[in-house]
């Protein structure tokens, strides 16, 4: 049976992309001014997380699309794929230029200058990516519930939410790693502190990037959904009286908010076939109540599995 899924919020993306708006252009400015590498590779990443964002809106559109002819189970994965696509953008974009700009870096002795402008606004942008960072987190703890907090990072199945909060927390420690590398340039006079700061910037985009592409390649793919799922469609199986035992199980996480469940049970054998149907509906109906992520469910009656 088929239910149009629900409504994916956007508050935390557009949140994010404002955020990182005004701090790219703040450290784009501070870049130039410094002349220093670190910034330059802040100032990159944060125009690359601006960029990441906006495919997650493009992602939370096209998965909101109701299904049709072509895609029966819907669109609901096309957010998993943009997902991704954030993820190696964040791999390219951020990491792989932070090292390439901080290995650049080594070979020259270019001094920064006017260091009191990138750390005012290496502060400031450390103060609107911790506030972003930390409203993520109290986005996550809504949801994971009781689920020790890096677990849910790995199972959850709402992965813009994941990737955000990735880009946000990411960008917090590269922002430290630039305050420390411009500080101990400034105070040594040696320009290999501020290739060392890139360097770092980028090792931990990289870092990232790769579990997140790792988790969301998973939900790509096809994942199952979540256990408590699982178990709710066995459990009422036992506390059904025309439902003797289930014989096999498939669920399938389609997208945020939506699972599809297919099962094949075995029924009492005196049932008549108009008692079937009424088992089988009334048994999707209460499976719908209990777990209104299944937005589709195929339940068959079987005797042997």
Same mark, same amino acid.
């Given at each position: 049976?088929?239910?149009?899924?629900?409504?994916?919020?956007?508050?935390?993306?557009?949140?994010?992309?404002?955020?990182?708006?005004?701090?790219?252009?703040?450290?784009?400015?501070?870049?130039?001014?410094?002349?220093?590498?670190?910034?330059?590779?802040?100032?990159?990443?944060? =125009?690359?997380?601006?960029?990441?964002? =906006?495919?997650?809106?493009?992602?939370?559109?096209?998965?909101?699309? +109701?299904?049709?002819?072509?895609?029966?189970?819907?669109?609901?994965?096309?957010?998993?794929?943009?997902?991704?696509?954030?993820?190696? /953008?964040?791999?390219?974009?951020?990491?792989?230029?932070?090292?390439?700009?901080?290995?650049?870096?080594?070979?020259?002795?270019?001094?920064?200058?006017?260091?009191?402008?990138?750390?005012?606004?290496?502060?400031?942008?450390?103060?609107?990516?911790?506030?972003?960072?930390?409203?993520?987190?109290?986005?996550?703890?809504?949801?994971?519930?009781?689920?020790?907090?890096?677990?849910?990072?790995?199972?959850?199945?709402?992965?813009?939410?994941?990737?955000?909060?990735?880009?946000?927390?990411?960008? =917090?420690?590269?922002?430290?790693?630039? /305050?420390?590398?411009?500080?101990?340039?400034?105070?040594?006079?040696? +320009?290999?502190?501020?290739?060392?700061?890139?360097?770092?910037?980028?090792?931990?985009?990289?870092?990232?990037?790769?579990?997140?592409?790792?988790?969301?390649?998973?939900?790509?793919?096809?994942?199952?959904?979540?256990?408590?799922?699982?178990?709710?469609?066995?459990?009422?199986?036992?506390?059904?009286?025309?439902?003797?035992?289930?014989?096999?199980?498939?669920?399938?996480?389609?997208? +945020?908010?939506?699972?599809?469940?297919?099962?094949?049970?075995?029924?009492?054998?005196? /049932?008549?076939?108009?008692?079937?149907?009424?088992?089988?509906?009334?048994?999707?109906?209460?499976?719908?109540?209990?777990?209104?992520?299944?937005?589709?469910?195929?339940?068959? +009656?079987?005797?042997?599995?």
């Amino acid at each position: 049976m088929e239910v149009v899924s629900a409504d994916h919020g956007t508050k935390h993306i557009i949140q994010s992309l404002l955020a990182n708006v005004a701090i790219a252009l703040a450290k784009g400015v501070a870049a130039v001014f410094t002349g220093s590498g670190a910034m330059l590779a802040e100032t990159i990443h944060s =125009a690359a997380d601006c960029s990441n964002q =906006a495919l997650l809106l493009l992602g939370v559109k096209q998965a909101r699309r +109701p299904p049709d002819a072509t895609h029966p189970l819907g669109y609901g994965r096309a957010l998993y794929f943009w997902s991704f696509m954030v993820a190696l /953008l964040l791999f390219t974009g951020g990491g792989v230029f932070s090292i390439y700009e901080g290995i650049h870096k080594l070979g020259s002795d270019e001094a920064v200058h006017h260091v009191g402008w990138g750390i005012g606004v290496l502060l400031f942008s450390l103060a609107v990516e911790g506030w972003a960072a930390l409203s993520n987190v109290r986005d996550l703890n809504k949801r994971r519930k009781q689920t020790p907090f890096f677990r849910y990072l790995r199972e959850s199945k709402d992965s813009d939410l994941v990737v955000v909060f990735g880009e946000n927390s990411a960008a =917090a420690l590269g922002l430290v790693f630039a /305050l420390a590398a411009l500080g101990l340039s400034s105070a040594t006079g040696d +320009p290999m502190w501020d290739a060392v700061g890139s360097l770092a910037v980028g090792v931990v985009l990289v870092g990232v990037a790769i579990f997140l592409a790792v988790e969301i390649k998973s939900l790509l793919v096809g994942e199952a959904a979540d256990p408590h799922i699982a178990a709710t469609v066995r459990g009422l199986v036992k506390d059904s009286a025309d439902i003797e035992e289930m014989l096999s199980l498939i669920t399938v996480q389609q997208g +945020p908010g939506e699972v599809m469940v297919a099962a094949k049970v075995r029924l009492r054998r005196d /049932l008549t076939a108009e008692r079937i149907v009424q088992v089988l509906n009334g048994y999707e109906a209460r499976l719908r109540e209990q777990c209104p992520d299944v937005k589709w469910s195929f339940v068959e +009656p079987d005797i042997e599995s």
